[in-house]
């Protein structure tokens, strides 16, 4: 009598434990009906304490992805209103290829403003914060229900979180991020270009002169050559003083040894360079055109007095910066 009446005692409570089960996943099917709705509208939807409070609550047999965020502008919170087109473009994808909820994951978003207490039980000091509450029953159930959570270290784009939350899903064909077509940026480049036409079509005939210009191009050369042969690239890459002391009381404009130099160095080095290159052009091409013997004979002196001098000073140079340099010319 006792063993038929412990039977019927298990069967009720298993029945009731069944039963209970099933109205928990029912009714969690209806609550994701119902949000999905609200996805289907604004994908992702807003939430307030009260929604997040129902969606989060176990038993679920969905999956939820939940943004806290802080958009207003007196919270200064630029990662938050950057991240906020971002987030809006993976729901919208996810919505427009998962209409009917097959894949049961909603997408929603939780402002400080609306949700103030839920930052504070979640002890938020910062925003924006990705949580991805996995579901409790059904397929890639996890009982404890506990959330991952996503941290926004820096700017974070669409592609980029979308695969984060397919990490979190149970393996399958899920839908992908499809930016919307930037028909303004489009705009812009098609009316830059337009214009670059215009403009290079009426200068055209104004621009290929200079353009075919030889001693234009002559001058370029020789400003970068100046440039890279005193050494400036050597400047930039070892960040080397301009000038030094000389152990004295005075000032040292150049530095012991070929490997080292001094910024005022450089600018010294060039200089001579640029006035022995200008010597000799001018000793090659301008003088030669000077009709008057007399005075081309007095522009020849002057140019090879400038380029004897401006050798002799490049020499002790080299004698300066090695003292075992054995050339050297009068004057220096």
Same mark, same amino acid.
């Not at 784009?157 to 077509?181: C, F, K, M």
């Not at 940026?185 to 200068?203: H, M």
């Given at each position: 009598?006792?063993?038929?009446?412990?039977?019927?005692?298990?069967?009720?409570?298993?029945?009731?434990?069944?039963?209970?089960?099933?109205? +928990?996943?029912?009714?969690?099917?209806?609550?994701?009906?119902?949000?999905?709705? =609200?996805?289907?509208?604004?994908?992702?939807?807003?939430?307030?304490?009260?929604?997040?409070?129902?969606?989060?609550?176990?038993?679920?047999?969905?999956?939820?992805?939940?943004?806290?965020?802080?958009?207003?502008?007196?919270?200064?919170?630029?990662?938050?209103?950057?991240?906020?087109?971002?987030?809006? !473009?993976? +729901?919208?994808?996810?919505? =427009?290829?998962?209409?009917?909820?097959?894949?049961?994951?909603?997408?929603?978003?939780?402002?400080?403003?609306?949700?103030?207490?839920?930052?504070?039980?979640?002890?938020?000091?910062?925003?924006?914060?990705?949580?991805?509450?996995?579901?409790?029953?059904?397929?890639?159930?996890?009982?404890?229900?506990?959330?991952?959570?996503?941290?926004?270290?820096?700017?974070?784009?669409?592609?980029?979180?979308?695969?984060?939350?397919?990490?979190?899903?149970? *393996?399958?064909?899920?839908?992908?991020?499809?930016?919307?077509?930037?028909?303004?940026?489009?705009?812009?480049?098609?009316?830059?270009?337009?214009?670059?036409?215009?403009?290079?079509?009426?200068?055209?005939?104004?621009?290929?002169?200079?353009?075919?210009?030889?001693?234009?191009?002559?001058?370029?050369?020789?400003?970068?050559?100046?440039?890279?042969?005193?050494?400036?690239?050597?400047?930039?890459?070892?960040?080397?003083?301009?000038?030094?002391?000389? *152990?004295?009381?005075?000032?040292?404009?150049? @530095?012991?040894?070929?490997?080292?130099?001094?910024?005022?160095?450089?600018?010294?080095?060039?200089?001579?360079? @640029?006035?022995?290159?200008?010597?000799?052009?001018?000793?090659?091409?301008?003088?030669?055109?000077? =009709?008057?013997?007399?005075?081309?004979?007095?522009?020849?002196?002057?140019?090879?007095?400038?380029?004897?001098?401006?050798?002799?000073?490049?020499?002790?140079?080299?004698? !300066? =910066?090695?003292?075992?340099?054995?050339?050297?010319?009068?004057?220096?």
């Amino acid at each position: 009598m006792h063993l038929f009446k412990f039977l019927a005692l298990t069967a009720l409570t298993l029945s009731s434990a069944v039963t209970a089960a099933k109205k +928990g996943a029912s009714a969690s099917s209806s609550k994701f009906d119902t949000y999905l709705g =609200k996805q289907a509208s604004s994908a992702p939807f807003e939430l307030d304490e009260k929604a997040y409070n129902d969606l989060t609550v176990a038993p679920r047999d969905y999956s939820l992805a939940v943004l806290l965020t802080a958009r207003d502008a007196k919270y200064a919170c630029k990662i938050c209103r950057d991240f906020d087109l971002e987030w809006k !473009i993976i +729901g919208n994808s996810w919505q =427009k290829a998962d209409r009917k909820g097959q894949h049961r994951v909603l997408f929603s978003t939780i402002d400080f403003d609306n949700g103030r207490n839920v930052f504070m039980k979640l002890q938020l000091q910062t925003a924006p914060v990705l949580l991805f509450f996995p579901p409790t029953v059904g397929t890639g159930a996890k009982p404890d229900g506990s959330p991952v959570r996503f941290d926004f270290l820096g700017p974070q784009t669409a592609e980029g979180v979308h695969s984060w939350i397919l990490r979190q899903l149970p *393996g399958g064909d899920y839908p992908g991020v499809n930016r919307p077509i930037n028909y303004g940026r489009i705009g812009a480049t098609v009316t830059i270009l337009l214009g670059l036409f215009t403009f290079i079509t009426v200068a055209y005939p104004y621009i290929l002169p200079i353009i075919q210009n030889r001693n234009l191009w002559a001058g370029i050369s020789l400003i970068l050559i100046l440039l890279f042969t005193s050494g400036h690239m050597f400047n930039h890459i070892r960040r080397v003083p301009y000038i030094a002391g000389n *152990g004295r009381g005075g000032i040292s404009y150049f @530095a012991g040894g070929f490997s080292n130099q001094f910024g005022m160095e450089t600018q010294i080095v060039a200089a001579m360079y @640029a006035l022995l290159a200008f010597a000799a052009i001018n000793l090659a091409l301008r003088v030669p055109r000077i =009709k008057d013997s007399r005075t081309q004979q007095v522009a020849v002196i002057i140019w090879a007095t400038v380029l004897f001098g401006m050798y002799s000073f490049l020499m002790s140079v080299f004698r !300066i =910066k090695n003292g075992g340099y054995p050339f050297w010319l009068p004057p220096f």
